[in-house]
């Protein structure tokens, strides 16, 4: 049954303009699951590994797994989103999740889980990306930055709340009730999918091209005769598509180093077994959940405009973090003020990418993910030398100096855009004559930017 036309009953929108709520939770529940399933095996090895009769070694190995498996996802799932309907896409892809999920629920042995963690990160890697390309698709431009807030505040709430609940249900009864109860989350959050309905999303509502509503949910069927090797070329030559996807990475690369080691430094810093270190990363992980609440700050003020300002003020928190370790009023204030720019940065680049190409909006997004990931596997690869050998200030300036990269690139889109903008001046029609089509579209849409 098509979605136009049909108001949101499930989603409590009772016209197109309205915001999808239940839809919008559904995603955010998704993204809390994959989120909570990746982060959640760490406090859990030494009872898995135990059940397995192996090592916290090997089984620490299916964090890889997840990883890797969530990167080859992306590329080749992600972009069928493009040529199928992204709501079966993303349903598709939660249902194999939860085999996933279950197949590690119930393993008999370490081959079983870890083919189970290898389904289920293959099915991240297709419902992140083709989550944040459903936004782009399906909210109207007034409401997609916040959205997407909510979304992106998904992976702190995993690691604030998914992360220590998965820890208690494992320890309080068995490792294998965490994996069967995200399970069942998953099965919700298909459900939901295949229930709500967004409503008919005005044509204009998006940025370029304008959509009709007949193609909302069916993207050009141009994109279903071209191979996976020409749609992704033209997806990165997509306008600001690749500043974007690019400044994703060295974002991620500069946020992944500091991140990665920061418990370390902070153990260092309070002692080992010392409670606050778990505060101070929680701290952080508050920060990143505002992203819920600011993205509708981003509509009203311009996207672009205050992507360049966050990426500018990230530099220079991330090098007051080491030194200002030792008084920890101070410590607070910037970690808390790192997780808020932070999870703005994250909302904004998705947003944007997801904005860049209606035809090849999946496509884009799996290059985002892809940009994220490999930044994710780089991070404590490349950086873990320098922290072990200089230590965290020296690691902190080094992140800096990655983000004032990435800072650059926002700017040069942010030009490229205000070029563009500038560039688009409207043709005057004839004196006494009625305007013409292009004329009224120009106008139109130099009123809905």
Request: net charge neutral; hydrophobic share 50%.
């Amino acid at each position: 049954m098509s979605d136009i036309g049909v108001p949101d009953r499930w989603s409590g929108e009772e016209g197109a303009a309205r915001f999808p709520v239940l839809t919008v939770l559904a995603l955010m529940a998704g993204i809390f699951a994959v989120g909570s399933e990746e982060l959640v095996v760490s406090p859990l090895l030494v009872d898995m590994s135990a059940s397995f009769d192996t090592t916290v070694a090997v089984m620490a190995l299916s964090v890889s797994v997840y990883g890797i498996s969530t990167a080859v996802g992306a590329l080749l799932f992600a972009p069928l989103g493009d040529r199928f309907s992204r709501r079966l896409s993303l349903t598709i892809g939660m249902a194999a999740f939860v085999l996933g999920t279950l197949m590690c629920a119930l393993a008999t042995g370490p081959g079983i889980f870890f083919t189970g963690r290898a389904l289920a990160g293959l099915a991240t890697g297709a419902f992140v990306p083709t989550a944040y390309a459903f936004v782009g698709d399906h909210i109207l431009y007034q409401h997609r930055a916040k959205a997407m807030g909510i979304l992106v505040s998904s992976w702190s709430i995993s690691l604030v709340l998914g992360v220590p609940l998965g820890s208690f249900i494992g320890r309080w009864a068995n490792w294998r009730w965490t994996f069967g109860l995200l399970s069942v989350l998953g099965v919700f959050v298909a459900l939901v999918l295949l229930l709500a309905r967004t409503g008919a999303r005005p044509a204009g509502a998006g940025t370029t091209p304008p959509a009709t509503p007949a193609a909302k949910d069916t993207p050009p069927v141009a994109s279903e005769r071209e191979g996976w090797i020409r749609s992704a070329g033209r997806a990165l030559l997509a306008p600001k598509v690749g500043l974007y996807v690019l400044a994703t990475f060295l974002n991620m690369l500069g946020f992944y180093g500091m991140y990665t080691f920061l418990g370390s430094a902070l153990q260092y810093r309070f002692g080992e077994g010392s409670s606050l270190t778990g505060t101070m990363i929680l701290l952080y992980g508050l920060g990143f959940a505002t992203s819920f609440v600011t993205g509708r700050w981003a509509d009203r003020l311009g996207k672009e405009r205050v992507l360049v300002v966050l990426l500018g003020g990230l530099a220079p928190v991330l090098v007051a973090i080491p030194l200002v370790a030792a008084w920890t009023p101070l410590l607070v204030i910037c970690l808390f003020l790192w997780g808020s720019l932070q999870s703005l940065v994250v909302t904004l680049l998705s947003t944007l990418l997801s904005e860049s190409s209606q035809q090849y909006r999946g496509t884009v997004l799996a290059f985002y993910s892809l940009a994220t990931n490999l930044a994710v596997a780089l991070g404590a690869a490349l950086l873990g030398p320098l922290f072990t050998t200089y230590g965290f200030t020296a690691l902190g300036w080094v992140c800096a100096g990655i983000t004032l990269v990435a800072f650059a690139l926002g700017a040069g889109a942010h030009r490229r855009a205000t070029r563009d903008e500038g560039a688009a001046v409207p043709v005057p029609a004839p004196e006494g004559a009625a305007r013409t089509e292009a004329v009224a579209h120009w106008e139109g849409a130099a009123h809905e930017d």
